[in-house]
């Protein structure tokens, strides 16, 4: 560089003092000189480039942009057309030219009906792009060795109703129908690792008859696993029958009638409990360590749970309480340390709290949860409570202290912590919020609903109706209102209000008028609404959509509240919303879910009929089926089918 400008020196300032003897000398540096700046000039081109080349595409961030602009929104715009395929020879160097304007042009020649200048790109442009480098062929992450497990399939399928991933990623499992069903019903199987389930009737063909049976598509068999991920039970929907892996041995529960005496008898291993004259309700619960069962003799009603029978009752309809409207069993709390039910017996009514009773009352309510009247727990077992009548009055029994009397009550809530709980009760015919033993909000005409709590119970908040109008409120603070009533309830707040486990974060659903349907949707989160959007995905499952381990809710939080987010349908394509940041367009895409500790989060999205799992800022794919799931430790797998190999492989 120095030699350069100094023979640009001598030649511009000591050009008249040159002898006839250097005159030549002058010629050769004339000569040196002009090769030395076209040498200069092409190295500092290519260093030019290459520093541009280094710029990388971010899709997320492309914004509309003109000729004559500069900036890095066109450094980007150059980036992802570079990568799209597009030329650029001086690459992402920041500054809209010809050359960007030409590689524009093309671009919009390949879709738009029309003529484009390429003197700018606009949003219908931005999003043809997206969509252009979503399509791009990704290639199948590479894992180290030791990450990845291959399963031969053991029969060919028709289609994959479930697929999921145990709480550790020990297990991965496929629930499939057969490629040639019999008869025209459709036969369902269960592949878990290597080995093979095949669904069976256990009763009506005889006590040692194992027939197959056919299941319905919308209760397709699904284990459940433990927390230890040692063990794994699947139950075979509506059929009073499981497989259980313990840990250490496979074995079968079961009911069956027996045709020799029409009797009934329940199968727990090699052990065999009756006769009776009726058995049913068999639950196998935490692996196989907890077994129950309801069953009648002489005339009376027993609950059996392992080795301890609890009865008689009088009443089959009033002596269970259910989590499961479509079911008869005791309700049992998360952590299988609680179970509770309601039973009659000489005419009053009694709950039972493991070895404990409590009562008479005139009447209690359940038998259905759902009916929000029955034994509720925490999820950690801490705090139980129900509602009962006595004297007309009515009241609420928490753990072994009465709260009431009252008008009527209804609604009991815990945080799944069991700090705290609340109830909906009425006084004068207004209606009040009751939380814990001593805070009270209202009157209200109307309660939508009961009180829902932030995991760790800092934070809780309610629906509610005043001047036939609909208002969310959480703690002290009322948001609304959201439209008018329609039937007595508020249809714009269709789904439950949803915490971070800490509180920090709340958010929920709402519609602001009824057009065609309940439409379009908006998002509130904390003080700040999204939306609208066409739809969201709410996460129900829907086997003819394809594979899905999780009923998601559509709104997602970490556990810090740091992040949340959701899937929405907007101008025919999906989205995915983390905080403030849109993913997409996709075909269809799932709704977001976070590892534990909040550092990892994903989804999963369709694109031109393929399947692809996006975790963090890594895509892997393309997949015919697919799923992904963080487990309890904040390890990421996914889980495919390559071939004829069910294969699961942890990611980073």
Same mark, same amino acid.
């Given at each position: 560089?120095?030699?350069?400008?100094?023979?640009?020196?001598?030649?511009?300032?000591?050009?008249?003092?040159?002898?006839?003897?250097?005159?030549?000398?002058?010629?050769?540096?004339?000569?040196?000189? $002009?090769?030395?700046?076209?040498?200069?000039?092409?190295?500092?081109?290519?260093?030019?480039?290459?520093?541009?080349?280094?710029? *990388?595409?971010?899709?997320?961030?492309?914004?509309?942009?003109?000729?004559?602009?500069?900036?890095?929104?066109?450094?980007?715009?150059?980036?992802?057309? $570079?990568?799209?395929?597009?030329?650029?020879?001086?690459?992402?160097?920041?500054?809209?030219?010809?050359? *960007?304007?030409?590689?524009?042009?093309? &671009?919009?020649?390949?879709?738009?009906?029309?003529?484009? *200048?390429?003197?700018?790109?606009?949003?219908? #442009?931005?999003?043809?792009?997206?969509?252009?480098?979503?399509?791009?062929?990704?290639?199948?992450? /590479?894992?180290?060795?030791?990450?990845?497990?291959?399963?031969?399939?053991?029969?060919?399928?028709?289609?994959?109703?479930?697929?999921?991933?145990?709480?550790?990623?020990?297990?991965?499992?496929?629930?499939?129908?057969?490629?040639?069903?019999?008869?025209?019903?459709?036969?369902?199987?269960?592949? /878990?690792?290597?080995?093979? !389930?095949?669904?069976?009737?256990?009763?009506?063909?005889?006590?040692?008859?194992?027939?197959?049976?056919?299941?319905?598509?919308?209760?397709?068999?699904?284990?459940?696993?433990?927390?230890?991920?040692?063990?794994?039970?699947?139950?075979?929907?509506?059929?009073?029958?499981?497989?259980?892996?313990?840990?250490?041995?496979?074995?079968?529960?079961?009911?069956?009638?027996?045709?020799?005496?029409?009797?009934?008898?329940?199968?727990?291993?090699? @052990? $065999?409990?009756?006769?009776?004259?009726?058995?049913?309700?068999?639950?196998?619960?935490?692996?196989?360590?907890?077994?129950?069962?309801?069953?009648?003799?002489?005339?009376?009603?027993?609950?059996?749970?392992?080795?301890?029978?609890?009865?008689?009752?009088?009443?089959?309809?009033?002596?269970?309480?259910?989590?499961?409207?479509?079911?008869?069993?005791?309700?049992?709390?998360?952590?299988?340390?609680?179970?509770?039910?309601?039973?009659?017996?000489?005419?009053?009514?009694?709950?039972?709290?493991?070895?404990? *009773?409590?009562?008479?009352?005139?009447?209690?309510?359940?038998?259905?949860? =759902?009916?929000? @009247?029955?034994?509720?727990?925490?999820?950690?077992?801490?705090?139980?409570? =129900?509602? &009962?009548?006595?004297?007309?009055?009515?009241?609420?029994?928490?753990?072994?202290?009465?709260?009431?009397?009252?008008?009527?009550?209804?609604?009991?809530?815990?945080?799944?912590?069991?700090?705290?709980?609340?109830?909906?009760?009425?006084?004068?015919?207004?209606?009040?919020?009751?939380?814990? @033993?001593?805070?009270? !909000? #209202?009157?209200?005409?109307?309660?939508?609903?009961?009180?829902?709590?932030?995991?760790?119970?800092?934070?809780? #908040? =309610?629906?509610?109706?005043?001047?036939?109008?609909?208002?969310?409120?959480?703690?002290?603070?009322?948001?609304?209102?959201?439209?008018?009533?329609?039937?007595?309830?508020?249809?714009?707040?269709?789904?439950?209000?949803?915490?971070?486990?800490?509180?920090?974060?709340?958010?929920?659903?709402?519609?602001?008028?009824?057009?065609?349907?309940?439409?379009?949707?908006?998002?509130?989160?904390?003080?700040?609404?999204?939306?609208?959007?066409?739809?969201?995905?709410?996460?129900?499952?829907?086997?003819?959509?394809?594979?899905?381990?999780?009923?998601?809710?559509?709104?997602? &939080?970490?556990?810090?509240?740091?992040?949340?987010?959701?899937?929405?349908?907007?101008?025919?394509?999906?989205?995915?919303?983390?905080?403030?940041?849109?993913?997409?367009?996709?075909? !269809?895409?799932?709704?977001?879910? &976070?590892?534990?500790?909040?550092?990892?989060? #994903?989804?999963?999205?369709?694109?031109?009929?393929?399947?692809?799992?996006?975790?963090?800022?890594?895509?892997?794919?393309?997949?015919?089926?697919?799923?992904?799931?963080?487990?309890?430790?904040?390890?990421?797998?996914?889980?495919?089918?390559?071939?004829?190999?069910?294969?699961?492989?942890?990611?980073?």
């Amino acid at each position: 560089m120095l030699f350069i400008f100094y023979e640009i020196y001598n030649i511009i300032f000591k050009r008249s003092k040159l002898t006839k003897k250097s005159k030549m000398s002058y010629k050769k540096s004339i000569k040196l000189t $002009i090769l030395s700046l076209i040498l200069f000039s092409f190295i500092f081109s290519s260093f030019s480039y290459s520093a541009s080349a280094k710029v *990388t595409c971010n899709p997320n961030t492309l914004k509309p942009v003109k000729y004559g602009q500069k900036g890095k929104d066109v450094k980007n715009l150059q980036a992802c057309l $570079i990568e799209a395929g597009y030329n650029i020879p001086t690459g992402a160097n920041g500054y809209y030219g010809i050359q *960007t304007k030409n590689a524009v042009k093309k &671009f919009y020649s390949e879709w738009y009906k029309g003529k484009w *200048t390429g003197n700018s790109i606009d949003a219908k #442009g931005i999003a043809k792009l997206k969509e252009k480098l979503l399509s791009k062929k990704i290639k199948p992450s /590479i894992v180290s060795e030791g990450k990845i497990r291959r399963y031969k399939l053991k029969e060919s399928f028709n289609k994959i109703l479930l697929m999921g991933i145990s709480p550790l990623g020990k297990y991965v499992y496929i629930t499939y129908d057969l490629e040639n069903p019999v008869n025209e019903e459709i036969y369902i199987n269960v592949q /878990i690792n290597d080995q093979l !389930y095949q669904p069976v009737r256990s009763y009506g063909e005889g006590e040692e008859a194992f027939n197959r049976v056919a299941v319905f598509y919308y209760v397709p068999p699904k284990p459940l696993f433990g927390d230890d991920d040692k063990s794994y039970v699947l139950d075979i929907p509506g059929e009073n029958y499981y497989y259980v892996f313990d840990g250490s041995q496979k074995w079968v529960a079961r009911v069956y009638r027996s045709d020799k005496d029409k009797k009934y008898y329940v199968q727990i291993k090699d @052990k $065999i409990y009756g006769p009776y004259e009726w058995a049913g309700d068999l639950k196998i619960l935490n692996g196989g360590k907890i077994y129950l069962f309801s069953f009648q003799r002489y005339g009376k009603y027993y609950i059996q749970i392992n080795d301890k029978t609890y009865g008689p009752a009088d009443n089959r309809e009033v002596i269970i309480s259910s989590n499961d409207y479509s079911t008869f069993a005791p309700v049992v709390s998360n952590d299988y340390s609680k179970f509770g039910w309601v039973f009659e017996k000489d005419g009053k009514y009694y709950v039972q709290i493991n070895d404990k *009773t409590y009562g008479p009352y005139d009447k209690t309510y359940g038998p259905y949860e =759902w009916a929000s @009247k029955s034994v509720k727990f925490s999820d950690d077992g801490s705090r139980y409570g =129900w509602i &009962f009548s006595k004297d007309g009055w009515y009241y609420v029994q928490i753990n072994d202290e009465i709260l009431g009397p009252y008008e009527d009550v209804d609604y009991l809530t815990f945080s799944s912590n069991g700090t705290s709980f609340g109830i909906v009760f009425q006084k004068d015919n207004s209606k009040y919020i009751q939380i814990n @033993k001593d805070k009270i !909000y #209202g009157p209200y005409e109307r309660i939508q609903g009961g009180v829902y709590f932030s995991r760790d119970g800092s934070n809780y #908040g =309610w629906e509610f109706i005043k001047n036939d109008k609909c208002y969310v409120q959480i703690k002290e603070k009322t948001y609304g209102p959201y439209g008018d009533i329609s039937e007595g309830s508020c249809p714009i707040l269709s789904f439950p209000i949803f915490f971070s486990e800490n509180g920090s974060k709340y958010g929920w659903i709402f519609y602001k008028e009824k057009k065609e349907g309940w439409s379009p949707p908006f998002v509130q989160i904390n003080d700040q609404t999204y939306g609208p959007y066409k739809e969201i995905n709410y996460g129900r499952y829907n086997p003819s959509d394809g594979p899905t381990d999780e009923r998601f809710d559509p709104i997602q &939080f970490s556990k810090d509240g740091s992040k949340y987010g959701w899937a929405y349908y907007k101008e025919n394509d999906w989205y995915i919303v983390l905080n403030d940041k849109i993913y997409g367009p996709y075909d !269809y895409a799932s709704g977001i879910i &976070f590892s534990n500790d909040g550092s990892k989060y #994903g989804w999963e999205f369709e694109k031109d009929q393929k399947k692809y799992i996006q975790i963090n800022d890594k895509i892997y794919g393309p997949y015919d089926y697919a799923t992904f799931t963080f487990t309890k430790d904040n390890k990421a797998y996914i889980a495919y089918i390559s071939g004829n190999e069910l294969v699961i492989e942890e990611v980073e």
